[in-house]
């Protein structure tokens, strides 16, 4: 029932406004909103920028042309759209590839810090939440929408150095979020039984009542630590609970065994990520992944491209050196269809207990830190999005002029219900969401 028949409601029965709230979700009234269809969003990244002449298609509108880099999203152009001129307009402490890593989903300045770059100014972690983990939060925080894990973090390549150019998840100010690049790690988390979870639960309650005596001998400063402990502990046994109440939908995917993660077996243990977090959205384990492919200043060696330079060394030659040129072409449609490859698995999967196709419920945005590489450029971002169920009109090729990304991050907000009216830096917010319907 839409606003205007709730309200005739109201009127019609003698009530009060306020006493919407409590009857609203009675089923035998009808007043409740329906049920908005399941809906998943999955960021994948790759790092050092692109070539924007065979990265971005020359035509706006619907009858556009694939470049060589996009190629391989050919037999899904109807679902692709591609957002040319978005940019990352965060300024601050902080290198280029810094920011544009550590800013790219968090849409706000780093902390100062000790961590030096290619600048003058060294920097810290992101001053703010990212929009993966602020749409994870807005899922978990509805019953309907509530899973097990509510987000994934994947990784393929990502070295376990931790610092700006490696991390673009970020639960909050100060708190980055490491994708798990071990695909049998991820396994484990995903399906490893534990023998002993009543033992465990046990041991979490014990914990918890610990905890809240300790709460009175500490300073309120403390107590904004220990009350994060408290929420850690209570997420561990929310999650206990969900592994033993809902059973797999499907079974897990066949490990291939053996396949240590290493830069030549790249294509292998980006195949095996992307089957585990395909079987993860089957399963209802999370509505939200990061798939992150190696890392800002990623010195990949793509030898099964028959490329051996490093990935970031070849990036910053110059334009005139067409050999360099051709190579990170190749490079950049090898992650493309990688892509393809995540999208023929959506496509091909029936949406579990609903219609159509999984690819029809779930949205990919595929980004950059870099538009350019050679010139660290901030401007002209990569976006391209692929997929159904956020209610954009795909199959277009749009062109903004320096538009502030964060826009196109409260359009994803605004796409699943969260009203938010800004998003990141406050001021990068003015326009609102892209329009992209």
Known sequence: MNTFHRRHFLKTMGLSAATLPFIVGLPSLGLAAP???????????SPNG???SRFWPEEIGPDFKLTEILSPLEPFKDRVLTLQGVSNKVRGDGDNHMRG??????????????????????SGWASGISIDQELKNFF?????????????????????RADPWTRMSYAGPNKPIAPVSDPYQMYEKLYGQMKDKANLGSVLEGVREDLKKVRKL??????????????LVRQMERELAEAGRKPLKVP????????ADQNDNVPRLSRMQIDLLVNSFVNDMARV????????????????????????????EPDKNDEAATKLTKINRWFCGELRYLVEKLASTPEPGGDGKMLDHTLIVWTNELGKGNSHTLDNIPFVLVGGGFGFQMGRSMRFEKAAHNRLHLALAHAVGHRLES??????????????G
């Not at 990061?290 to 330079?309: C, F, H, N, P």
């Not at 998003?423 to 992209?436: E, Y």
Request: glycine content about 12%; proline content about 7%.
């Open 218 to 231: 500490i300073s309120p400063e403390d107590r904004k630590m220990l009350e994060e402990h408290e929420a």
């Open 423 to 436: 998003f990141g830096k406050p001021s990068l917010c003015d326009g609102g969401p892209l329009r992209l």
């Open 252 to 259: 897990p995917p066949t490990m291939e065994l053996g396949v």
């Open 50 to 52: 692109t070539i924007p």
């Open 35 to 45: 049920a908005r269809p399941r809906q998943r969003l999955i960021i994948l990244f």
């Open 140 to 160: 978990q925080g509805r019953e309907e929408t509530r899973t097990r894990f509510g987000s994934l973090e994947f990784g393929v390549g990502v070295t376990d």
């Open 101 to 122: 890593m550590s800013c790219l989903l968090t849409g706000i300045e780093l902390f100062p810090g000790n961590i030096q770059g290619g600048s003058d100014t060294p």
């Open 289 to 316: 992944a990061t798939l992150q492919y190696t890392k800002s200043v990623g010195m990949a060696r793509m030898k099964w491209l028959e490329i051996t330079d490093g990935h970031h060394a070849l990036s910053h």
